[in-house]
């Protein structure tokens, strides 16, 4: 099978695109021939270096977290699912090739109102922003949420998420990016470049504070995330794209009694995976079938592009997903 492979870490010029062994599915996996995979900030960090894989550094290492297509192969003890079901999902790696192996529990069934060519938009954004917002952060009808990046493929999916379930959401964007982020339904849209979003958020709630803040940038916003949260409320970081390091004042978090909660996907044991992803796939993916929730896709390329599908993430200039054609 044809794949993406890193065969050493750096710039964009070491990703390659050749054949390799395809993967064996064990008794409970299934082998799924893709169709697409999606671009995620991982992939350029993995490039780098900076964020492998969990457990043993594979001999030949094919980024990609997330996939859509069919099942070609059933392990031995797979009963949930049959060949030439159309499926989506997230793995730890693997995914940028023309096959891929997961657990049978880690599949999502495509719903009825996406195509199988735009399903890859899916999993590991909506995932990502649902685990956060909802299952740690416990994010509900008539709640408020500060998300971070907005017009990101988390923070779009984190839009239409509080939307679908009755909450309230502030988002914070580029000038360029607020009217996308207003058109999926952000109740409060502050533009970073000229605007301090503390200020923006005590503003939209009286004082209050919000109850979640979902935070991908990292460094200098933690101290205003704290500002930005209610009494008893919860920060969650998901990704540190600004900075890795910060600094706040303990005096300004102890009296809001408030949790600040680091979290990855990725590197979870494969049974917190497989909850995670259960509770996504009962409370969420109907979602998308009644209109609530949609891929936001911005830009296709070929799996022979992925060099220019990475020096365009790194610009920041997407809204919602990148997607990789596979086949």
Known sequence: MRAVVIPEYGGVDVLEVRDVPAPVPG???????????????????????LYPAPGRKPDI??????????????????????????VMGITSGGAKAEQVVTHERM???????VTL?????IPEVF???HDALMTQGGLASGATALVHAGASGVGTAAIQ??????ARIAVTCSTSKVAACTDLGADLVVDYTGA????????????????????????DYLARNIASVRIQGRIIQVGVMGAPMATFGLGALLPKRAALIGTVLRSRPIEQKIDANQRFCAEL??????????????????????????SYMATNANVGKILLDVS
Request: contains cysteine; charged residues 25%; negative net charge.
């Open 27 to 49: 008794p409970d996996e299934v082998l799924v021939d893709v169709v697409c995979s999606a671009m995620n900030r991982a992939d350029l960090l993995q490039r780098m270096g």
């Open 61 to 86: 290492e094919i980024p990609g977290l997330e996939f859509a297509g069919t099942i070609a192969e059933l392990g031995g003890r797979v009963t949930g699912w049959s060949v030439g079901d159309e």
């Open 107 to 113: 599949l999502q069934r495509i719903p009825a109102s």
């Open 117 to 121: 060519r735009d399903a890859a938009a």
């Open 127 to 129: 995932m990502t922003a």
């Open 161 to 166: 998420i509080a939307k679908a379930i009755g």
């Open 196 to 219: 301090d979003f503390a200020e923006a958020v005590k503003e939209w709630t009286g004082g209050r504070g919000v109850d979640v803040v979902l935070d991908v940038i990292g460094g």
């Open 285 to 310: 993916l109907p979602r998308f079938d009644d209109g609530s929730l949609r891929p936001v896709i911005d830009s296709r390329f070929a799996l022979d592009d992925i060099a220019e599908a990475h």
